[in-house]
């Protein structure tokens, strides 16, 4: 009976942990690793897809399904389980990243081409991404599915997305039997349109999420204890518009386009509805993503069983939560494009939430420079992404290859976080009524899973461990169980960062070295063909241009 980590091990993205129990191997999410998971973990499996029985999916997100298309592409034939919300938002969230692969691959080609390489495949296609629907078999929250050789699994309501899961799952090999409890993601309270997240009595092992493990979320000002009511969210939401509109400038809203961007809309519903931005009657607003679109869409047929008591209290009364008369939905490219040429405000809602990809560039790179605007972050910005370097203050970021000024202000929506703060995870974590052997902690980065580690075990006595990525462990062997590693408090997490990456720099020097060496080497050749001497001076003189330019930018960036 044993369970390896294969991601977001001291990592946020990426969820995929193997659990192998009498002959039966199950994949609990099988996630797409973005920014610098991404870069460290890499996306190729390190077991055979054909050798896996069960996916079981706690949720539509990308970090945690994003890898499934990729699975069955390498020949998995097993069943995918989830709820069917879940499954609903995978039809058009696999698609959609199965379209990006295509695109990606599409621009690298292109490059490849003129440099004279091969071609490369995307990690998948959107052909790939529709196969794998028909793997998918729906449950419903609260019902145990038999697994075969004694193993059972059954969903509840984690509070997090539609359709989002915490996992029971229960194995036996001959007498022995362990419950394992997933987390899956734990929601927050008080969110728009959803459930809050349920609680779960008895496990011996819990594995367990810890985005936020370190911190609590900041509140709007007018919150009072935990709750957080619609009306001051909304009210958060207004002012940032009312004092944009004044200004003549346009709220840029990077969102996730599954869950994020409804509970928005909903907020927004709110603020129109209530005339809290007594200034502006009509508040213009663009969804402009098609899987938001799509997305919107789902959220509204997947009502009953899954939204909250005050959404249910609007639909009863045959109101939609989630759409308004100013809103507009927007697929077209050129109508997206026509949005960047308006002269009036607005509001533009767009995807990706971490501004890695889709048409939010598009829309950043028209509005960062300018003053009169906002920009609106709604979600967790992990390390790498072009969302969190917008969000940690940078002055100039890069889009589509040029440099752009960051001149507008920045703002961050409080209190509307899907993941739950610390506060929320320990009163998940201490509603188990009998306490577990062993929580470990994962879905939380290299800073934050091993102090949560550390927190659980000190604070609330229950033994915890934050493992690394493919670490192994026989759930029967008491003594090969791990306990938590000491974290050293002193030194700050940002300066551990600002170690971390000066240490990258140093690796990096002898490269840049190395391509003046090379240039210089091309550049001293005698008899050179005119057209390879063009090539290799513009060559040159690009480099030497970039050097310039980052040694003003850097320069200026370092006082």
């Not at 709110?270 to 502006?280: I, Q, Y």
């Amino acid at each position: 009976m044993d369970i390896t980590f294969l991601g977001a091990a001291q990592q946020v993205t990426g969820s995929c942990t193997l659990v192998e129990s009498a002959g039966l191997k199950i994949l609990v999410d099988c996630g797409l690793p973005q920014g610098d998971d991404e870069r460290e973990s890499g996306m190729d499996f390190t077991f055979d897809p054909v050798s896996i029985d069960y996916v079981l999916l706690t949720h539509a997100h990308i970090d945690h399904s994003g890898r499934i298309p990729l699975l069955v592409k390498n020949g998995f034939k097993g069943k995918i389980l989830s709820t069917s919300a879940t499954a609903d938002l995978c039809d058009i969230m696999l698609a959609d990243s199965g379209h990006i692969q295509e695109m990606e691959a599409e621009w690298k080609n292109r490059k490849q081409k003129r440099a004279g390489k091969g071609a490369v495949e995307p990690l998948y296609t959107v052909k790939n991404a529709k196969e794998a629907m028909q793997f998918f078999q729906s449950c419903k929250y609260g019902e145990i599915v038999d697994l075969g050789h004694s193993c059972k699994v059954r969903f509840i309501d984690a509070g997090h997305l539609l359709g989002s899961s915490s996992i029971e799952l229960w194995l036996a090999e001959g007498k022995e039997m362990r419950k394992l409890v997933f987390s899956g993601d734990i929601g927050n309270f008080d969110q728009p349109l959803i459930k809050d997240p349920e609680y779960i009595d008895d496990a011996d092992f819990v594995i367990m999420e810890s985005t936020y493990g370190n911190r609590l979320h900041k509140k709007p000002l007018n919150a009072v204890g935990n709750s957080v009511p619609t009306s001051i969210r909304a009210q958060e939401l207004a002012n940032i518009v009312e004092r944009t509109f004044k200004r003549g400038g346009n709220v840029i809203i990077p969102s996730f386009a599954v869950g994020r961007t409804q509970e928005i809309l909903y907020l927004l519903r709110v603020v129109l509805e209530k005339g809290l931005c007594p200034s502006f009657k009509d508040i213009p607003v663009f969804v402009d993503s098609p899987l938001s679109v799509k997305a919107t869409q789902v959220f509204s047929g997947n009502i009953f069983g899954y939204m909250d008591s005050e959404a249910m209290e609007l639909v009863n009364k045959g109101i939609n939560p989630i759409v308004f008369p100013s809103l507009v939905t927007i697929t077209d490219s050129e109508a997206s494009k026509a949005l960047n040429f308006r002269k009036e405000s607005c509001v533009i809602i767009s995807s990706s939430g971490m501004c890695e990809a889709g048409r939010i560039k598009h829309h950043l790179k028209h509005n960062l420079w300018r003053s009169e605007c906002t920009v609106l972050f709604s979600g967790y910005q992990a390390g790498g992404t072009l969302g969190r370097s917008i969000l940690d203050g940078a002055r100039h970021v890069t889009i589509f290859g040029e440099q752009i000024d960051v001149e507008c202000e920045i703002c961050e929506l409080q209190g509307i976080s899907g993941h739950a703060d610390q506060e929320g995870l320990v009163k998940w974590l201490t509603a188990f009524k009998k306490e577990p052997k062993l929580a470990f902690i994962n879905h939380g980065d290299k800073e934050v899973a091993p102090w949560f580690a550390q927190f659980v075990t000190k604070t609330l006595g229950i033994q915890a461990y934050a493992p690394h990525s493919l670490e192994h462990f026989d759930l029967l062997d008491a003594k090969a169980l791990p306990s938590y590693v000491a974290v050293d408090d002193s030194v700050l997490p940002y300066m551990r960062e600002l170690a971390e990456a000066l240490a990258l720099l140093g690796k990096n020097e002898g490269r840049v070295q190395g391509v003046i060496e090379r240039l210089t080497k091309a550049g001293n050749q005698k008899d050179m063909q005119q057209n390879h001497a063009i090539r290799l001076t513009n060559a040159i003189t690009r480099f030497a241009s970039d050097l310039e330019y980052l040694e003003k930018k850097w320069g200026a960036d370092t006082d």
